[in-house]
């Protein structure tokens, strides 16, 4: 896929223009929401291929077998490279996880998921290089700095917040970039420096984005059956539709491996299928967003346990008098399955009322973090876990006119 990407992109561009293109990338605020494709579509098909590429050197190097943890955050660096990732922004990142790692005295694969994820707050070092007035010759090596920072921070907090939420949120690095965003935020707000969030946003589709997931999903389909007979893929893609898809959830440990990749093709056609359906532009973070449901089909997404998650968010948007296309309520409907295990857990109206919640909630949250968060569902998903979780278990202990527990 990776190389699909790269030649479609320099098809479409001419090499020196896509290179130019992604060299242009590096430096635009990659703050949420700014939509790539709106400076060429085969620089943001280049760019997506060189940072997919950063992540499969890194799976490499640290010697990890390629499965549903790994490909997760792959496919999910992929598509958020569409709007906000870049080569760039993610190294500093990525260096900061790996001096943790050092400093822990552990080995760095045990790391690298949390590495591959951490890239979700990248435009922290891409807005205190270029965004913030400071002369290059100071602001380059402080946002270098603060980024490995971070980086070095994240493990810690990635930790302690899968407690908080109990593995229901799934993007649990994208809730922990949430808070360390929140932080960063606050000290530019307070220093003056920081500018408002400003959303870019792509209307038109283009036919090569109308493709990508599509192509990709059936490729999937289509190995799936040809890895495992077609009664024996199929028979595990039922089971995995059984299953909570709490964290951690690797689909391709306890299911066949044609099953797993079955399910992540189907995810993909049928949230492509959503979009089609509402007449929403096949722009950059949908296209990333689409990427990320299918890289998660293999960590604990599915078809079961995602609709009435995305369905909570779509009755809450009309009942609040929305558009289903506008950015924040079409991109809510497809993060929105961060939060999966809900409905896999405690049921279908859980799942629908979470989504209603899910989506009161991340329309708020990016101005909270500056937009410094790419994973922004995720922050939001975490919060509305932790809130449907405790009110939940508190029934549970407390029904039957069991002690009041506080």
């Not at 059956?225 to 440990?253: C, T, V, Y």
């Not at 949250?365 to 410094?372: D, E, L």
């Amino acid at each position: 896929m990776i190389a699909a990407l790269a030649l479609t992109g320099i098809w479409i561009e001419g090499p020196t223009q896509a290179v130019t293109q992604v060299f242009m990338l590096q430096n635009q605020d990659a703050r949420l929401l700014n939509d790539f494709t709106l400076y060429g579509v085969g620089g943001a098909l280049l760019n997506a291929a060189s940072v997919g590429a950063l992540g499969l050197i890194l799976v490499y190097f640290t010697s990890i077998n390629l499965s549903g943890p790994t490909l997760a955050p792959i496919l999910t660096m992929i598509g958020f490279s569409f709007f906000g990732t870049t080569v760039l922004n993610s190294l500093p990142i990525i260096g900061g996880v790996y001096v943790a790692s050092l400093y822990a005295n552990q080995r760095f694969g045990s790391f690298s998921i949390m590495a591959l994820f951490g890239t979700a707050i990248g435009p922290v070092v891409t807005h205190l290089m270029f965004y913030i007035g400071l002369p290059l010759g100071f602001s380059i090596p402080l946002s270098l700095l603060l980024g490995i920072l971070v980086g070095f921070i994240l493990p810690s907090l990635a930790s302690a917040f899968l407690q908080f939420h109990q593995g229901y949120n799934l993007y649990n690095v994208g809730f922990s970039c949430g808070f360390l965003g929140l932080f960063l935020a606050s000290v530019l707000v307070a220093l003056g420096v920081q500018k408002p969030i400003d959303i870019r946003w792509n209307d038109e589709s283009s036919v090569v984005l109308l493709l990508i997931v599509p192509l990709f999903s059936l490729f999937l389909i289509a190995l799936g059956f040809r890895q495992d007979k077609e009664e024996h893929s199929l028979a595990g893609f039922r089971e995995i539709q059984n299953m909570i898809g709490r964290l951690p959830s690797d689909f391709f440990d306890s299911s066949p491996f044609g099953s797993t990749l079955l399910n992540m093709g189907t995810l993909g056609l049928l949230y492509w299928a959503y979009v089609l359906l509402i007449g929403a532009p096949m722009n950059g973070p949908v296209v990333g967003a689409l990427l990320t449901i299918i890289g998660f089909g293999a960590f604990g997404k599915t078809v079961n346990n995602t609709w009435p998650i995305v369905a909570g968010v779509i009755l809450a948007t009309l009942l609040f008098g929305k558009s289903l296309i506008d950015p924040g309520p079409l991109l809510a409907a497809l993060f929105c399955t961060t939060l999966a295990p809900l409905a896999g857990q405690f049921g279908k109206i859980v799942g629908v009322v979470s989504g209603a919640i899910h989506l009161t909630m991340v329309e708020v949250t990016s101005h909270w973090h500056g937009g410094f968060d790419l994973y922004n569902n995720g922050f939001a998903g975490g919060l509305t876990a932790i809130l449907v979780v405790a009110i939940l278990q508190w029934f549970s202990a407390n029904k039957r006119g069991g002690e009041l527990t506080l």
